[in-house]
């Protein structure tokens, strides 16, 4: 996936990303605090999202009888996320220009290919995730 800084208003604030081709707003957690992103290539990152309302999956299989994959754009970094669960524990969804992790855990295994409609009301963009381990203790 190639990821590129367009614009941002600084850490924690909207800032608009190119992902494959995609032009996307999202929460920039990738800045420094006391600075902004220059504009371009950003290499490893990852994204993540949060959605203030709860939901049921069987809501969620409900809202993408179309087996759509893609995030349409509600407005700001908010999205409607249509994707299809790849794994559970976590529940990882494929929304065709990224997987991402879904905040509601399920060990529900028939999931696995169903596909969903899940709300993002904040998608941001982070940098890559940190081993839970020490350093050298693999």
């Known amino acids: 996936m190639e990821v590129s800084m367009e614009y ?9 990303v190119w992902v494959d081709g995609n032009l996307l707003t999202v929460c920039d957690s ?8 220059p504009p371009g290539a950003l ?3 990852r994204f993540t999202y949060m959605s203030a309302a709860g939901l049921s999956w069987d809501q969620a299989v ?3 009888r ?8 509600v407005r700001g970094w908010s999205y409607a996320g249509y994707g299809q669960v790849v794994s559970v524990m ?31 009301d904040r998608l941001e963009i982070n940098p890559p995730s940190r081993p ?6 693999r």
């Open 8 to 16: 941002t208003a600084g850490r924690g604030k909207q800032a608009e």
């Open 30 to 37: 990738i800045s420094a605090p006391d600075g902004k992103c």
């Open 43 to 45: 290499g490893k990152v």
């Open 62 to 64: 409900q809202g993408n």
């Open 66 to 73: 179309a087996r759509k994959k893609r995030l349409e754009p």
């Open 90 to 120: 976590p529940v990882v969804i494929d929304f065709g220009l990224m997987s991402m992790e879904d905040p509601n855990w399920t060990t529900d295994e028939s999931l696995v290919g169903c596909y969903v409609k899940v709300a993002i």
């Open 132 to 137: 839970d381990w020490p350093d050298g203790a």
